[in-house]
């Protein structure tokens, strides 16, 4: 489908007729670069994920909340993107860069207790409606995607914690 500004997305349902997210979209585009498709065409697409105000990407054009599960995944499934087509672009790897910064200021704030349902960045907080949508996991997707990061952008702040004292860990 087609928004009114030109960019593209997917539906999640068949039945469906709103935009399905960075959740399916990104698999599309992913799965097309996997099979030696030329994907540039997409690039505007792909951009409105990303939230320039709030310096990350989130699922839907213009969000500013996300659980934290769709956050990761659709941070793994941008880098991923960025990492196998747009590796020598410096918007991309810059929006990457900003992603991942923004997911350790998050992180940091919430002392990596993602035991909510996911995070409001116009609030600065995190939410949970029910107890049932906590997601106290999210750590292993967001330590999957802080190496995603460091693999690409080669920073050692993506695989040294330091702001433990005493607890640094070194992933390399």
């Not at 599309?28 to 709030?54: D, H, T």
Request: aromatic residues 14%; glycine residues 8%.
């Amino acid at each position: 489908r087609t928004r009114t500004d030109g960019t593209q997305y997917f539906i999640s349902a068949l039945e469906g007729k709103n935009d399905g997210g960075l959740t399916t979209f990104g698999p599309l585009v992913l799965g097309s670069i996997l099979r030696g498709e030329n994907v540039s065409k997409v690039a505007p697409s792909l951009a409105a994920y990303f939230n320039e105000a709030e310096g990350v990407f989130l699922d839907g054009p213009a969000a500013d909340l996300c659980e934290y599960w769709y956050m990761m995944n659709v941070n793994a499934l941008a880098f991923g993107i960025i990492r196998t087509h747009f590796a020598d672009s410096p918007e991309w790897k810059s929006k990457m860069r900003r992603s991942a910064d923004r997911l350790i200021q998050m992180a940091h704030q919430l002392h990596y207790d993602f035991n909510d349902q996911g995070y409001d960045f116009k609030k600065e907080a995190a939410f949970t409606h029910q107890d049932i949508y906590r997601q106290p996991d999210t750590i292993g997707g967001y330590a999957y995607v802080m190496l995603f990061a460091w693999e690409v952008l080669r920073d050692a702040k993506y695989c040294v914690e330091q702001h433990f004292p005493g607890k640094e860990h070194d992933i390399r």
